[in-house]
């Protein structure tokens, strides 16, 4: 359905416009009728196919640089992964306390990685869906970040870690004691137990809803946007509905591609951080 389809069936139509691009492509225990995910076993191919396309988009583009790298005359690509390179590397200096071989690699991969499935925000709403439709794809979400699926297990990925180096560094006994022990002392254990698990459940959700809650905005921002040419532009008002339009578009772009971006470094920064407080033997 695309947005000028939308207009002319009024409301309605524009729910359903909403409704319907921001419907992933379900496989397995979807409901039949709302195409949503109705138990465990159900997946997002199109969350799936872009998160892993932008994946293997990095490591093709990685491989094919490190054959091609030239240190007396760096070409502009290589200057610019460089200064990418060299700003990762300096937030770790300045973030993580101590040394640990994981970390820059991971920072770089969570910042460039997430930042490219927030780009796939700024493609126009309805292009990618137009084509998908034409192979039969009734349903076609394109940006993995506005899917809580996505932002989650990234979160629990970093999480994972967070709990497997605290107890490497700290201890099991270590890790436990910062459960009874903080933040008011031995007298209030199951206080301190409730307080400690609460801040520790907070880092991944986070992560989590901070990243999804900006990108599934933005893309609702983009879909209101390419409603006012179908549900308003209607004969001669297309002649001041569809410049707005432009207009609208072009400036949320611009500032849109400042929130993928700082998104992106948020989430690799907090990522740093939670795995530098996981690293330290001071409680908190």
Same mark, same amino acid.
């Given at each position: 359905?695309?947005?000028?389809?939308?207009?002319? +069936?009024?409301? +309605?139509?524009?729910?359903?416009?909403?409704?319907?691009?921001?419907?992933?492509?379900?496989?397995?225990?979807?409901?039949?009728?709302?195409? @949503?995910?109705?138990?465990?076993?159900?997946?997002?191919?199109?969350? /799936?196919?872009?998160?892993?396309?932008?994946?293997?988009? %990095?490591?093709? *583009?990685?491989?094919? /640089?490190?054959?091609?790298?030239?240190?007396?005359?760096?070409?502009?690509?290589?200057?610019?992964?460089?200064?990418?390179?060299?700003?990762?590397?300096?937030?770790?200096?300045?973030?993580?306390?101590?040394?640990?071989?994981?970390?820059?690699? =991971?920072?770089?991969?969570?910042?460039?990685?997430?930042? /490219?499935?927030?780009?796939?925000?700024?493609?126009?709403?309805?292009?990618?869906?137009?084509?998908?439709?034409?192979?039969?794809?009734?349903?076609? @979400?394109? *940006?993995?970040?506005?899917?809580?699926?996505?932002?989650?297990?990234?979160?629990?990925?970093?999480?994972?870690?967070?709990?497997?180096?605290?107890? &490497?560094? @700290?201890?099991?006994?270590?890790?436990? &004691?910062?459960?009874?022990?903080?933040?008011?002392? @031995?007298?209030? $254990?199951?206080?301190?137990?409730?307080?400690? /698990?609460?801040?520790?459940?907070? &880092?991944?959700?986070?992560?989590?809803?901070?990243?999804?809650?900006?990108?599934?905005?933005?893309?609702? $921002?983009?879909?209101? %946007?390419?409603?006012?040419?179908?549900?308003?532009?209607?004969?001669?008002?297309?002649?001041?509905?569809?410049?707005?339009?432009? $207009?609208?578009?072009?400036?949320?772009?611009?500032?849109?591609?400042?929130? %993928?971006?700082?998104?992106?470094?948020?989430?690799?920064? =907090?990522?740093?951080?939670?795995?530098?407080?996981?690293?330290?033997?001071?409680?908190?």
């Amino acid at each position: 359905m695309s947005a000028t389809e939308s207009g002319s +069936s009024g409301g +309605s139509g524009t729910v359903e416009y909403i409704q319907h691009h921001l419907t992933n492509l379900c496989v397995g225990d979807c409901d039949p009728v709302t195409h @949503k995910a109705a138990g465990f076993w159900a997946l997002h191919v199109d969350t /799936l196919f872009f998160s892993v396309a932008l994946g293997a988009l %990095i490591i093709a *583009v990685s491989w094919n /640089l490190t054959r091609n790298l030239n240190p007396d005359t760096p070409s502009g690509f290589q200057n610019f992964v460089e200064s990418i390179l060299d700003f990762v590397s300096t937030n770790v200096r300045d973030t993580f306390p101590g040394h640990n071989p994981l970390i820059a690699p =991971l920072a770089l991969t969570v910042f460039v990685w997430v930042w /490219l499935m927030n780009f796939m925000d700024l493609i126009p709403v309805d292009l990618l869906p137009a084509i998908a439709s034409w192979f039969g794809i009734n349903y076609l @979400k394109v *940006v993995p970040t506005t899917d809580l699926n996505t932002t989650l297990a990234m979160s629990l990925t970093v999480f994972g870690l967070i709990i497997y180096y605290s107890i &490497k560094v @700290k201890g099991a006994a270590g890790y436990l &004691k910062m459960f009874l022990f903080h933040p008011f002392g @031995k007298f209030l $254990v199951p206080v301190n137990v409730v307080m400690t /698990l609460i801040e520790e459940l907070a &880092k991944p959700l986070s992560l989590a809803l901070r990243l999804f809650g900006n990108l599934f905005a933005g893309e609702l $921002v983009f879909l209101l %946007i390419a409603l006012i040419g179908g549900t308003l532009a209607v004969g001669a008002a297309a002649l001041f509905w569809f410049p707005l339009q432009v $207009v609208l578009d072009l400036g949320w772009l611009i500032f849109h591609l400042l929130i %993928i971006t700082l998104q992106a470094f948020i989430f690799m920064v =907090l990522t740093i951080v939670y795995l530098g407080m996981a690293h330290t033997d001071e409680d908190h």
